[in-house]
């Protein structure tokens, strides 16, 4: 199952089965023909970074943001070639740093840059529809003092001209996906479901869905699985939350 995600609301907008000859490349432009592109930036992870899809959504008057891997190995190396670990530190200028303080002494710093697209990188513009930033987001952790884990980067293409601080808000927001899969999964159990019968496990995927939209909307204090639990043991709580009232 394919779903198109918003970021700011944590509503799922739509939601399409690949093909079981397909997979997603082929599922995200039926996806992205249901929903609204239109002055929205459309963020995408690196299966879906195809150059169609790209035409596709500044096509229809949107932006995207794409994750880079090496399954675009000339766009990659362009990359790794300028935007390595130890050429960051000249691009200062067009970054922008945040940090975020977890527990027990743990601080995460993130730092964001966005490079305006030339064609000093290489021949990419008529290849790619729209192109205008180059993005690199970097992730660094720190416990009391000490470095903790490893430096993680991840590298965008996008078509909006934008500001690092901007990008970074972007970026975030891309990962905010993985709350709704967790809350598919950790919430309501869907990868321990068996249920394979014809058209059933897409049903059901899509009243989960359905069920998630409707209980994100009521206005309760607490978590989404003590909202359900109370679905569950209150009628008069699971009519608002099945009649919006």
């Known amino acids: 199952?394919?779903?198109?995600?918003?970021?700011?609301?944590?509503?799922?907008?739509?939601?399409?089965?690949?093909?079981?000859?397909?997979?997603?490349?082929?599922?995200?432009?039926?996806?992205?023909?249901?929903?609204?592109?239109?002055?929205?930036?459309?963020?995408?992870?690196?299966?879906?970074?195809?150059?169609?899809?790209?035409?596709?959504?500044?096509?229809?008057?949107?932006?995207?943001?794409?994750?880079?891997?090496?399954?675009?190995?000339?766009?990659?190396?362009?990359?790794?070639?300028?935007?390595?670990?130890?050429?960051?530190?000249?691009?200062?200028?067009?970054?922008?740093?945040?940090?975020?303080?977890?527990?027990?002494?743990?601080?995460?710093?993130?730092?964001?840059?966005?490079?305006?697209?030339?064609?000093?990188?290489?021949?990419?513009?008529?290849?790619?529809?729209?192109l205008k930033s180059l993005c690199i987001a970097t992730t660094y952790q720190r416990k009391n003092g000490e470095p903790s884990g490893s430096l993680g980067v991840r590298y965008f293409i996008s078509s909006k001209k934008m500001k690092a601080e901007e990008f970074g808000k972007l970026c975030r927001g891309h990962w905010g996906v993985e709350s709704m899969h967790w809350w598919l999964d950790a919430v309501m159990n869907e990868d321990d479901s068996r249920i394979t019968y014809k058209h059933a496990s897409e049903n059901l995927s899509r009243i989960r869905q359905m069920y998630m939209n409707f209980i994100k909307l009521v206005e309760m204090k607490g978590t989404l699985k003590r909202r359900q639990l109370k679905c569950a043991l209150n009628t008069e709580f699971r009519e608002r939350v099945l009649f919006g009232t």
């Open 1 to 130: 199952m394919v779903n198109a995600y918003s970021v700011d609301t944590g509503l799922v907008l739509g939601q399409l089965k690949t093909s079981s000859k397909s997979n997603e490349i082929t599922t995200i432009p039926e996806l992205l023909k249901l929903i609204k592109v239109k002055g929205r930036v459309i963020s995408v992870d690196a299966m879906g970074c195809q150059r169609s899809i790209a035409e596709l959504i500044v096509g229809r008057k949107g932006d995207y943001l794409m994750s880079v891997k090496d399954n675009q190995p000339s766009l990659h190396k362009v990359f790794t070639d300028n935007f390595s670990l130890g050429q960051l530190s000249d691009y200062s200028e067009y970054a922008y740093e945040e940090e975020e303080v977890r527990q027990r002494g743990r601080k995460v710093l993130r730092s964001y840059i966005v490079i305006p697209f030339t064609e000093a990188f290489g021949d990419f513009s008529a290849k790619w529809k729209g």
